[in-house]
């Protein structure tokens, strides 16, 4: 096993120089670099907006159709070049380096992912003199890992079943599908984001020992039990995974989770008290609007997809500074359909306030229809902050004083510390 | 060294749409180097390729050294050096890097282990003093050497080598040839070619093919002694020589004077003073090539 092993190790690194060495290697690497600063340049210079731009931007729009146009020209090298007789005379098994070929070229493409993050944080230091945490790195980097995983597998392995690379310009639709369409698909289809992490990791791989056992077939008339097995199982996996996401979570139009539909439901203008929130934190745990009882509450939404929303996490930090901490608690919402996207920016901010994600955030062109959240409050723009007194009514909403900045944010709530709990006001509970 | 074997049983093969490439083929070869012979389309490559196990046979079998070429492919591949006609290598390698993708290939794990083949190759089909060259860089000549290189790795006891010397200038066609010979002494080398030259210079015994069928098997010797009797050469006028040419196969032409010097294949020559002579190889092959296609004419 470990002879093989160092096969595998030794075939991936040449794959993964023929890949990128050389003239070619050097103007790929530097080309996506260079389109992830000029994105960086564009947004405001925070080295969080820039990590989570190179997730959103440099993954999706540079690094996606990068990579299959190099899995193309992987899957396709021994035809392209006529080298498939000497290779295939050889003993080692072609459906072994079937998979030595698919961990080079992805090895390569990891490479790349790893220029365009680290150019996108190179502009904040460059352009502002501010510097990117390594968390930041790891943060952005990770996001990219099993997106470019299963695009990777799928581009690689229709190539090579199909024999054609019209096969990764069919994957490429899908994607281009998924950008422009997303309104109407349900999240579970999109690959990009990280709750989908189980589901696309365990199709990733099966396709490609699928692939690798129909390679052991065409090649020693002998199928074997393992591989097809274990190609079966991790589909199976991949496929149940995914309903049980679809049945467990708000991912219209599949599926509407009643817990988010009542939080929908609620309307701000309905009730003196404004919506309750019940979602998990950057930990995972449950945060609830109970849990405030009796303090001031600011509640402030942004989206990573609005990079200049962001501004209000660091504005919010610098307005609590001189509040008193155990009678004001805040809440920034994130809405943002990838779960993890709220976690990376609390903890390379380290913010001192806690952070929910809206769970049910889905893709859309209005944002007051784009989450239960968004819904509830009927939130108009980005960023957005309202402060309500220690009975969770509505003192103020930023946005639409025009007051969203820390001087601003620091008098709504020494205004609401003002004003007196009103005897029996409880808040909506969950 | 005990020479290997190999037995070919009534192999066949035809190609979908109904092109009978090679026609059921019983053969035994044992040692030295072995050409196929033939013109293209006879089928040369289609045998080399199902015994390299890259190429289904539609009937018969083949077995190297007692390995059947159809159930054992893993372990007939570890016994071949296999170099096609029309081959390709990974332009972006070096010549080290790609002897050394090919060792994996051949399941040296081992670095070192690599290592030694990868020199031990270079200086045997002169490649040295080009280890850090590109492939994509190579003239003709040296993307040969090194395909044979490659194909050595392994000290492989079967040699296949199809066309080796094809598109060559003479200076590398000349240094294919004289490695080729070398390299016959301790195993078995099957090479295939549609140039007599390369034959002569190399060869022990030879198969010829035509149209995916065996026309003769057998040495060098034994060829052209069936053509002895049957060479002739003669001094005509370039009139004569377009009247001559209906009639017999010519194996060579040359201008001497105003006159024409040609030989002729056949067993008798009228209408021109000729003198029979010491048959080549190149008049034994096509004596034989010539009498199969009248046989075919006739029948």
């Known amino acids: 096993m470990k002879p093989l092993l160092l096969s595998l190790r030794a075939l991936a690194t040449h794959e993964f120089r023929m890949t990128l060495r050389g003239r070619s290697g050097l103007s790929v690497a530097l080309g996506a670099g260079a389109l992830a600063f000029a994105d960086a340049a564009l947004r405001p210079q925070s080295p969080l907006v820039a990590g989570v731009r190179a997730s959103l931007f440099g993954c999706g729009l540079v690094l996606v159709p990068l ?5 193309a020209g992987a899957a396709r090298r021994d035809d392209t070049v006529g080298a498939g007789d000497v290779v295939q005379s050889r003993p080692f098994p072609t459906h072994l380096l079937f998979v030595a070929r698919f961990l080079g070229t992805y090895t390569a493409v990891l490479a790349l992912y790893a220029v365009v993050v680290a150019c996108s944080l190179l502009c904040p230091l460059v352009l502002a003199r501010e510097f990117a945490s390594p968390l930041t790195f790891v943060h952005a980097f990770g996001r990219g890992i099993v997106p470019l995983l299963f695009i990777v597998a799928l581009g690689y392995c229709g190539v090579a079943v199909a024999g054609n690379v019209l096969a990764a310009a069919i994957v490429a639709l899908y994607w281009l599908y998924l950008l422009l369409w997303g309104d109407f698909l349900a999240r579970v289809f999109n690959f990009s984001l990280t709750q989908n992490w189980p589901i696309y990791g365990a199709l990733a791989l099966s396709a490609v020992l699928g692939t690798a056992a129909l390679r052991r077939f065409q090649d020693l008339r002998r199928s074997g039990v393992a591989l097809p097995l274990a190609a079966a199982g991790l589909l199976v996996l991949g496929l149940l995974t995914a309903w049980n996401r679809v049945v467990h979570s708000h991912d219209k139009p599949l599926h509407r989770d009643p817990l988010a539909m009542q939080l929908a439901a ?17 930990h995972g745990r449950l945060w609830r609007t109970s849990s405030t009882d009796g303090k001031v509450l600011v509640l402030a939404f942004w989206s990573p997809h609005d990079p200049d929303s962001m501004t209000v996490l660091d504005d919010l930090r610098t307005a609590l500074k001189d509040v008193p901490r155990a009678s004001v608690a805040c809440l920034a919402v994130c809405l943002a359909d990838d779960h993890a996207l709220s976690a990376h920016v609390a903890s390379e901010g380290r913010y001192p306030f806690t952070m929910v994600t809206d769970t049910g955030t889905h893709f859309s062109g209005k944002l007051e229809d784009c989450a239960p959240l968004a819904e509830a409050f009927e939130l108009a723009k980005l ?3 309202y402060v309500t007194d220690r009975g969770h009514r509505l003192v103020a909403d930023l946005a ?17 510390l003002a004003v007196p709990v009103p005897p029996g006001i409880g808040v909506e509970r969950r | 060294m005990i020479a290997l074997q190999i037995d070919v049983t009534g192999l066949s093969k035809t190609y979908p749409g109904g092109v009978e490439a090679l026609k059921p083929m019983n053969l035994s070869i044992s040692d030295g180097v072995f050409a196929l012979l033939g013109p293209n389309g006879s089928g040369k490559t289609t045998f080399m390729r199902m015994l390299a196990t890259l ?3 539609t009937s018969g079998t083949a077995t190297i050294d007692g390995q059947d070429i159809r159930k054992g492919r893993k372990q007939v591949r570890r016994l071949l050096g296999y170099l096609p006609q029309d081959f390709g290598l990974y332009p972006s390698l070096t010549v080290e890097e790609q002897l050394d993708y090919m060792g994996l290939l051949s399941e040296m794990t081992a670095p070192q282990e690599r290592q030694a083949a990868c020199e031990r190759v270079m200086e045997q089909a002169n490649l040295t003093s080009l280890r850090k060259r590109a492939v994509g860089t190579l003239s003709g000549g040296m993307r040969q050497r090194l395909g044979i290189a490659q194909a050595l790795l392994t000290s492989p006891q079967l040699l296949i080598i199809d066309e080796p010397t094809a598109g060559l200038d003479p200076e590398e066609r000349i240094r294919i040839r004289g490695l080729l010979a070398e390299l016959g002494g301790d195993r078995v080398i099957l090479v295939s070619t549609h140039i007599v030259a390369d034959v002569e210079a190399t060869a022990d015994a030879l198969v010829i093919l035509r149209l995916g069928e065996v026309l003769f098997t057998g040495t060098i010797e034994e060829l052209v002694n069936r053509t002895r009797g049957r060479a002739w050469e003669a001094v005509v006028t370039r009139q004569r020589l377009h009247e001559l040419k209906e009639q017999y196969v010519f194996t060579a032409v040359h201008r001497t004077g105003g006159d024409m010097r040609i030989r002729i294949v056949a067993a008798q020559v009228a209408g021109a003073d000729a003198q029979e002579v010491e048959p080549t190889l190149e008049d034994a092959y096509l004596d034989i090539m010539g009498l199969a296609e009248s046989e075919a004419a006739a029948a």
């Open chain 1, 67 to 71: 990579s299959l146009a190099l899995v």
């Open chain 1, 266 to 282: 609620q309307y701000a203008k309905a009730s003196p008290r404004v919506p309750g929130v019940w979602l998990p934190d950057q």
């Open chain 1, 383 to 385: 960023p957005s902050v």
């Open chain 1, 400 to 416: 639409s004083e025009g007051t969203l900045y820390p001087e601003g944010m620091a008098a709504a709530i020494g205004r609401a």
């Open chain 2, 55 to 57: 190429l289904e046979p």
